[in-house]
């Protein structure tokens, strides 16, 4: 049986967890891992990228970024999510703000102590990261496209530090990460239809807010129309392996969207479309696999 002392540790320490949103974060370093040694670094044996001391200091700089801004935006949307996230913010709400800001400092402190063992210019990286990550939760979200694109931005931010690390410029590269930008998209679009009541209650001038309903679902069935490019090019123009099974998936996935946000109406609603567009996001990260299991398992 575990004391009192111990049950309230552990409460707090889920409630921290909740905020952080450490699931997110986990599936952001494999994500990370797996673009480096599929992607990014695929002529280098897998050991030697596994090993790498450099990249495990990015990886973690950047979980720790990210799990600092989920913190400064808890900070910032706390009323918000009361109307929104009730459940959620009652658990968040176990942990004080004052406990959250000193997380947030700490979390960016050991960021940039980490990214100072890759190098200066991974300080800075870094530094300006944490920056527009603020800026985002203090100002921009509260703007409509501005906000959603800053977001999107954001989010594919810690696999450009990555990007950097190893200087790989191929094309194929470029065609995934606009892929990935126009999911994300969607999903804070489809995220911004869900949470419209608590918006508006905050004065967060989101594209539904400002446009309605219609225009958003009008934005999102654009968004899906053109992820159709970097699919068509990543599996007629570029070699991808079995992954082609993921953007076959994705392309049927996306026509049960736009199917049924057409017809979508109620919170429950877009939180089920919200979720289809994470499971795609969380199914192409783990689908990297598929690229050439034979030439990985070569490399090892």
Known sequence: MLSRKQKHILVKFFSMFSVVRGYNIL???????????????????????????????????SAATIAGGYIINSFYDSEKDLINRPIKSRLDRLVSQNTKLSFYFVLNFIAVIMASYVSFKAVMFFSIYIFGIWFYSHKLKKMPFIGNLTSAILTITPFFAIFMYYKNFETVIFV?????????SMRELTKDLENIKGDIAQGYVTIPVAYGEKMSKILLTILAALTLIPTYLLLYRFEVGHMYYFFYLSFILLLIFLFMLWKSRTKIQYLILHNILKFIILAGVFSILLIDVSVILNRI
Do not use: G, R
Request: glycine share 0%; proline share 2%; charged share 5%.
């Open 27 to 61: 599936i952001v370093v494999i994500a990370q891992y797996l673009t480096a040694v599929y992607i990014l670094a695929h002529d280098i044996p897998v050991k030697q990228v596994v090993l790498d001391l450099n990249l495990l200091m990015l990886v973690l700089a």
């Open 176 to 184: 995934h990460a606009i892929f990935l930008f126009l999911m994300i």
